[in-house]
């Protein structure tokens, strides 16, 4: 399989402002960002960077833009990777695609986003001879990121931490949570949304306990029935 076939290519640059994030993940985030604009500084006291990072937690919140944000503010390509799309019925096969993607990450000192980890970092089925493979596979990537280098970082994102190989859980140095947003976060997006279209259209039906991403595709599918609804009168006058 073609290497490049296996990543995903999208070229979005975010900041850290295009984010809605807790106060304690930004704090946290904006830490990693300057750990690596300071690296050899660090390096020249003996003192580790943090490469490794988990982000976990609800779908939809935020864990792609994050990884984004941070290669954007480190000037870094970023090489992003979804996991379900790369397991093959045959694991070695996975495992020699994984090696390539972690050895061009380290060339080429990416940062590397790996979503949804839980895809190869669990055992799968009943069955010995599945067991086994995927305990290889596992062993695999335990050995990818102990040997990745500094310069680049790894960012992994799931959210089924609770179904991971604890061996691999505590290969990351900080794990940082995302939960749904409070309905006050929630209107802040909301009026962030709806601020760009005019006053007629921004009157809708705000649903709660939802993600970013649903509030998102919710927000965008109202405002474009109002707009249609409104167009279909202008058109019968």
Request: charged share 25%; with cysteine; hydrophobic share 40%.
């Amino acid at each position: 399989m073609n290497l490049y076939n296996l990543i995903i290519q999208d070229k979005e640059e975010l900041n850290l402002n295009d984010i809605y994030l807790s106060p304690e993940n930004k704090k946290e985030i904006i830490q990693i960002i300057k750990e690596h604009t300071y690296i050899k500084q660090l390096q020249e006291f003996g003192l580790p960077v943090n490469n490794k990072i988990l982000l976990q937690g609800s779908s939809g919140c935020g864990k792609t833009m994050t990884a984004k944000a941070i290669a954007n503010a480190l000037n870094k390509n970023i090489i992003i990777l979804n996991l379900s799309n790369i397991v093959s019925s045959r694991i070695g096969e996975t495992s020699q695609n994984i090696k390539m993607i972690f050895d061009k990450a380290a060339r080429e000192k990416s940062v590397l986003f790996l979503d949804e980890l839980d895809q190869i970092g669990k055992a799968r089925g009943s069955d010995d001879k599945d067991v086994g493979e995927m305990r290889r596979l596992v062993n695999t990537l335990l050995q990818l990121i102990d040997y990745y280098p500094e310069n680049a970082m790894l960012i992994c994102a799931t959210n089924h931490p609770e179904i991971i190989d604890t061996a691999l859980l505590r290969r990351f140095q900080l794990k940082i949570n995302y939960t749904l947003p409070s309905q006050t976060f929630l209107n802040q997006y909301y009026d962030n949304l709806l601020e760009k279209f005019p006053e007629n259209l921004r009157n809708i039906e705000r649903k709660y306990e939802i993600s970013f991403a649903e509030a998102k595709d919710l927000t965008f599918t109202a405002v474009k029935g109002k707009l249609i609804e409104n167009l279909e009168k202008e058109n019968q006058s």
